[in-house]
């Protein structure tokens, strides 16, 4: 893609100088107050209920209590005469806060810090078949882990009715490596930061991205200051698309229930592999299925039809390459994970999505050094701010992880550990780019740099005291991705700069709502699993995820001299074809976005979207083909609804199973 040199860094600062509204420091405390309450709860519901609140970028509870604000409390203070209602750039303010900390005490620290500390050194795991005395704990570090067995066993079964859990839970022993993880998570949330603002003027600006995840909070946010009613709720096709979304929803979850006799659920999904027995379709039955998410359409109505294009263009082509493979008698089933194992479709895509992260950070580099060329001496200091962050932040990641690398050599695990960073960095800026461009509110990352140390056979030079603890850092930050934090931070931007927000307190409530919010849930946490014991926590987080990552860097250990080098033809197959689409398509605008292909790199939870992508950009091809725009711009809130339909049976469902205990429901963002 080409675009004209601009002036964003002048931009920039006249845009963050124009506020359009204030944010009075009981936002900033309810906004805090809410990010806890929500991470709280989260625990609760994962731990007690199996209930997953945060399994997608887009978490529930952020939006129910956006709702409530808007449509219940605001209208209330309006009628008080002392108080006021919040603002639009309270509100948005408020729920950044909640955006950007959903995932915080699940996916993206808590329900993963937790487990790991007590995991290596657990005496009914770590046995003499399992070999993790050998192969494994040797190689970690124990600063950050618990290493007394018998410490281990009794947080695994818990505190009995008469021990407390101030006297009798070993605070002592989990401060120290709890404190340790905590220093390493607040240099990921800053790398976080410093790269959001060092792309988002490039992508906000230049290459007019479209966000589409924050345009459904700025739409239900109130046109003024008052407590007014949202402009969009005033309109007959949002409440039409609102009535199908949720109406649909309600009435497959009412019947999932029980509460329904006689009928049976409203199809969503299609299994074509069922349908042809015996064909290559059959082959890729756990990949190509028609799932109508109504979400998943009206997300992709918000975006370019290039980019809707892309997302399910390229997994047909997908399927096509598992279709192919399955044919040629290469077997149905391609096996990988998300620790360090590929195959060869995530192998392109872990190609592609580092050289797609390559290429956003040297294009917005090479436009950031021009930009700070032009600017007068005594604005460059301000404008060098996001650059040297993000290097002091690499440089102080490289050194954390460095230091808790066992290898005898330093400078070795240095190295190797700056490497690790870049990689996650690439891959961080990729995510971050894939959310703020087409709007995927749920991925997967079965490509990383454990997956390229060991496509590349790096793995055969890198001392294993070094390996392994990379591979409990990746684990710990960049493994399951459902609530992956990043691309929240680089949306909580384009929020600020929607309402004009002042930028200090807007970004000081975000912060302020990480930080207590991981101190939070981590003590609620450590207090829920002592007081039923570990084993009785979510057996996904407390038991068989911790468990799969000692599996991984068992076989990593034992496979490190095993090595398939048609893997490395895939993963340089899949860089080239990234830079090759971002060369033709400066001459040649219908050759297809590169977005798409990147997205080779999610195993899963691409299957659950495509097929809205699909439709969604034929219905907007045909309206902006015989409406134009104008067409377009009333069709919206149809879609707008869908969304916010989804989002709205999603929250009901989860609430009435929780009331009526109902684990038979299964009504979700993905269903």
Not at 91 to 108: C, D, H, K, R, Y
Not at 110 to 137: C, E, F, M, R, Y
Not at 231 to 260: E, M, P, R, S, Y
Not at 264 to 281: D, E, H
Request: net charge positive; proline share 6%.
């Amino acid at each position: 893609m080409s675009f004209d040199r601009i002036r964003l860094i002048g931009r920039e600062r006249q845009t963050a100088g124009t506020t359009g509204g204030r944010i009075a420091w009981p936002a900033v405390v309810t906004g805090v107050v809410l990010a806890v309450v929500q991470g709280v709860v989260t625990l609760y519901a994962t731990h007690r209920q199996v209930l997953y609140l945060t399994g997608t970028q887009i978490p529930v509870l952020a939006f129910l209590f956006l709702f409530i604000l808007v449509l219940i409390a605001n209208p209330l203070l309006a009628r008080v005469p002392r108080l006021r209602p919040f603002g639009r750039a309270e509100l948005m303010a408020i729920f950044a806060s909640m955006f950007v900390t959903a995932g915080l005490s699940t996916f993206g620290l808590v329900d993963h810090l937790i487990p790991l500390i007590s995991t290596p050194w657990n005496p009914k795991w770590n046995t003499p078949q399992a070999g993790w005395d050998v192969q494994i704990n040797p190689n970690l570090d124990p600063r950050l882990f618990i290493t007394d067995p018998r410490l281990v066993l009794q947080f695994r079964e818990g505190l009995s009715q008469d021990e407390s859990l101030l006297r009798d839970v070993p605070w002592g022993a989990w401060l120290g490596p709890i404190l340790r993880w905590l220093v390493l998570g607040g240099l990921v949330y800053a790398m976080f930061y410093f790269l959001s603002f060092l792309v988002y003027r490039q992508w906000s600006q230049r290459e007019q991205l479209t966000f589409p995840l924050v345009r459904v909070p700025e739409a239900m946010l109130p046109p003024g200051d008052r407590g007014r009613v949202p402009d969009i709720l005033k309109t007959g096709l949002f409440w039409a698309g609102f009535a199908g979304a949720f109406g649909v929803l309600f009435w497959n979850g009412a019947v999932q229930a029980g509460w329904i006799h006689g009928l049976g659920p409203i199809p969503l999904t299609l299994n074509t592999g069922r349908l042809f027995p015996g064909t290559v379709l059959e082959g890729i039955v756990g990949v190509f299925r028609l799932r109508l998410l109504f979400i998943a359409l009206g997300i992709a109505f918000l975006l370019p039809t290039d980019v809707s294009f892309s997302v399910w263009f390229y997994f047909l082509v997908r399927c096509g390459m598992v279709a192919l493979a399955y044919s040629l008698g290469y077997g149905r089933s391609f096996p990988c994970d998300r620790g360090c194992f590929s195959n060869f479709v995530t192998a392109q895509g872990g190609g592609a999505i580092l050289a797609f992260g390559a290429f956003c950070l040297v294009k917005t580099l090479d436009n950031y050094r021009s930009e700070y060329s032009a600017l007068p001496p005594g604005q460059r200091a301000a404008a060098l701010r996001p650059v040297l962050g993000l290097v002091g932040t690499l440089a102080a990641m490289t050194l954390w992880m460095a230091t808790y690398c066992g290898d005898a050599n330093p400078v070795g695990a240095a190295v190797w550990a700056f490497v690790f960073v870049i990689g996650t960095a690439l891959i961080t800026t990729s995510f971050m780019r894939i959310v703020a461009e087409c709007g995927i509110y749920g991925l997967q990352c079965y490509g990383g740099p454990i997956h390229l140390a060991r496509i590349t056979n790096a793995v055969r030079i890198i001392p294993v005291k070094v390996l392994l603890p990379l591979l409990t850092f990746h684990f710990m930050f960049f493994y399951d991705l459902k609530a992956f934090s990043a691309p929240g931070v680089t949306g909580s931007l384009r929020m600020q700069e929607t309402v004009r927000a002042p930028r200090f307190r807007f970004h000081l409530t975000v912060v302020l709502a990480i930080l207590f919010t991981s101190l939070a849930t981590v003590v609620v946490a450590l207090c829920m699993a002592y007081r039923s014991g570990a084993q009785q926590m979510n057996p996904w987080f407390y038991t068989r995820n911790t468990r799969i990552l000692m599996d991984i860097a068992r076989r990593l250990v034992e496979d490190r001299l095993e090595w398939r080098p048609l893997h490395l033809v895939f993963l340089v197959l899949g860089m080239s074809w990234v830079a090759i689409s971002f060369f033709l398509r400066r001459f040649l605008f219908w050759f297809p976005h590169p977005v798409g292909y990147v997205l080779l790199v999610d195993n899963f939870m691409v299957n659950f979207y495509w097929f809205g992508f699909l439709l969604a950009w034929a219905v907007k091809k045909v309206i902006l083909r015989y409406g134009g725009k104008h067409t377009f711009d009333r069709t919206r809130p149809l879609f707008i609804g869908f969304i916010i339909g989804h989002i709205s049976a999603a929250a009901l469902w989860i609430l009435l199973r929780w009331w009526f205990s109902l684990p038979r429901v299964y009504i979700t963002l993905c269903d």
